[in-house]
């Protein structure tokens, strides 16, 4: 069975800080794919990134990368230099070969202060 | 390009009362979902459809039929709500590989009392 983990439930930091949210996934599978997900206080879900099991390359984009690591099931996502707009709740989610849907975490709720 | 679209985006109902959520999708998409958000649970999926005509049961499906007709609509009903089911209801759509994304509907914000 999957699992997504998201231990942290709400983080609070102040503009301009870092943050990582923490992701740990349990699958058998050999072949899959992670997910994060943005939910700003409006209450709509933005796909933010995908990454497949055979690829730990880390990804930048902007503020934001991503680290992947099999070795501890893990696919972590840091915000650099955090700003107001940040606010969400943020979602990782596993899919492997076989499909049907995602398993999504409970999810963090990222605050920033200004 | 409307992507997914709910109805209704709010909805209060009385124990036992019925009532179905439409979901419909302009992106040709095969897969179709439906997901419920509660707090601190993230989200789980109810039932999902691989294709039109084809339905399936997800983590959380008691309580709840679905029908998918045509391609481009998914259908989630509650014969008889219960306090319970008060919840954020999202419906989700993807292409039928297990890499595609899933595109959400805004959420329907349903409430039984």
């Known amino acids: 069975a999957q699992k997504v983990t998201q231990a942290q439930t709400e983080i609070s930091v102040v503009e301009k800080e870092d943050v990582t949210l923490d992701c740990v996934y349990e699958?058998?599978?050999?072949?899959?794919?992670l997910f994060w997900y943005k939910q700003p206080p409006s209450g709509e879900l933005v796909f933010l990134i995908r990454?497949?099991?055979?690829?730990?390359q880390n990804e930048i984009s902007g503020r934001y990368s991503w680290n992947f690591q099999k070795s501890t099931s893990s696919f972590n996502f840091t915000i650099t230099a955090s700003q107001v707009v940040d606010s969400a709740v943020y979602f990782c989610?596993?899919?492997?070969?076989?499909?049907?849907?995602?398993?999504f975490g409970s999810g963090t709720r990222l605050q920033v202060q200004p | 390009n409307a992507g997914v679209t709910q109805t209704p985006k709010f909805r209060v109902l009385k124990t036992g009362q019925s009532m179905t959520l439409l979901c419909a999708q302009d992106?040709?998409?095969?897969?179709m979902y439906w997901y419920r958000q509660d707090p601190g649970m993230g989200l789980r999926l109810i039932h999902y459809?691989?294709?039109?005509?084809?339905?399936a049961k997800g983590e959380v499906p008691d309580g709840y039929n679905v029908s998918r007709l045509k391609k481009q609509n998914f259908l989630l009903g509650l014969e008889s709500a219960a306090p319970s089911q008060t919840s954020v209801y999202f419906c989700?759509?993807?292409?039928?590989?297990?890499?595609?994304?899933?595109?959400f509907g805004n959420g329907t914000r349903l409430t039984v009392t």
């Open positions: 989700a759509s993807s292409r039928q590989f297990s890499w595609s994304p899933l595109h």
């Open positions: 699958t058998r599978d050999t072949t899959y794919y």
């Open positions: 990454r497949n099991s055979f690829d730990e």
């Open positions: 989610a596993l899919s492997d070969t076989g499909r049907r849907a995602l398993t």
């Open positions: 992106m040709n998409h095969e897969y």
């Open positions: 459809s691989v294709g039109e005509g084809t339905t």
